[in-house]
């Protein structure tokens, strides 16, 4: 009897030991292992990008009823208490630079484009980052809020990504 309630416990054990490994290690479960409270920052953040979807884009607005790439991504770490600059290339120097294959979302993807000798500056959040194919939400200036997959017109105009939820 004594043999069968120790075997119970280590089976016990086994299995605890299984779902913890699971639960930290496989996707969708925390975001790359990360612990609840730094997930619940990237949902929150995250979740407050992607509310802005539909909103229409207004270069220097900061509202619902138009709002800039900049804006919407200082807003939405304010959300989680993260102070960022006002503009994407200011923004562009805060926090520590990701490759592509480490992107998780909560990360920023910042873009530069240049047209007829004129450069300028982009932002977005990545929301989703799996098997390959990258999300990310941005306020276009031709098409307002919206979330996006990374393609190739945005990979040949990518600066870098950074992670500023630690």
């Known amino acids: 009897m004594r043999f069968s309630h120790l075997t119970m416990n280590q089976n016990t054990l086994i299995t605890l030991s299984f779902l913890m490994f699971f639960w930290t290690v496989v996707p969708g479960h925390e975001v790359l292992g990360q612990g609840r409270k730094k997930q619940n920052k990237i949902t929150r953040a995250t979740s407050h990008a992607k509310s802005f979807i539909g909103t ?30 006002r503009t994407a290339q200011e923004q562009a120097k805060v926090g ?49 809020v919206v979330e996006d997959t990374y393609n190739d017109y945005y990979k040949k105009n990518t600066k870098y990504f950074r992670r500023v939820i630690k």
């Open 56 to 85: 229409p884009y207004r270069y220097g607005g900061n509202s619902r009823n138009g709002i800039d790439c900049s804006s919407l991504i200082q807003q939405s770490y304010a959300k989680i208490g993260i102070k960022l600059p």
């Open 96 to 144: 520590n630079k990701k490759g592509k294959g480490s992107v998780r979302p909560g990360d920023i993807v910042y873009f530069e484009f240049k047209q007829n000798r004129e450069k300028w500056w982009h932002t977005g959040m990545v929301t989703y980052a799996e098997k390959g194919t990258i999300k990310f939400v941005h306020a276009s200036s031709s098409r307002g």
